[in-house]
């Protein structure tokens, strides 16, 4: 019914920005809330950022004030711009979109953050 499809993953020196993209396809995809998360190896998996149908986020501390999650409703995608990134933000970063009965993910995106 939905398939999420993530890009902009990469490598980047700690300063440095990166901007990830989660597109959509299926219908009714400016209904639902969507979010980022992300993984690093060895931990658990961590909400980075939310996002509501209308446009209300939040945000893990660790992240306020360097991430920006924001949605597109007309291209079916949903962004993470990533600032002043550090090595502890090395990790698999993965996108998901929320409906009543099912919660759709996507494949995941490496995001590696050293010199």
């Known amino acids: 019914q939905v398939q999420l499809v993530e890009s902009g993953g990469g490598l980047v020196q700690p300063g440095g920005s990166l901007r990830l993209a989660c597109a959509a396809s299926g219908s009714a995809f400016s209904i639902y809330p969507m979010g980022w998360y992300r993984q690093a190896p060895g931990k658990q998996r961590e909400l980075v950022a939310h996002i509501t149908s209308g446009g209300s986020t939040n945000y893990a501390d660790s992240v306020k004030g360097r991430f920006t999650i924001s949605r597109d409703n007309a291209k079916n995608t949903m962004y993470l711009q990533m600032n002043s990134l550090k090595p502890e933000d090395t990790a698999v970063y993965s996108c998901?979109?929320?409906?009543?009965?099912?919660?759709?993910w996507g494949q995941g995106t490496q995001v590696t953050v050293s010199s």
């Open positions: 998901n979109l929320e409906t009543a009965f099912y919660t759709y």
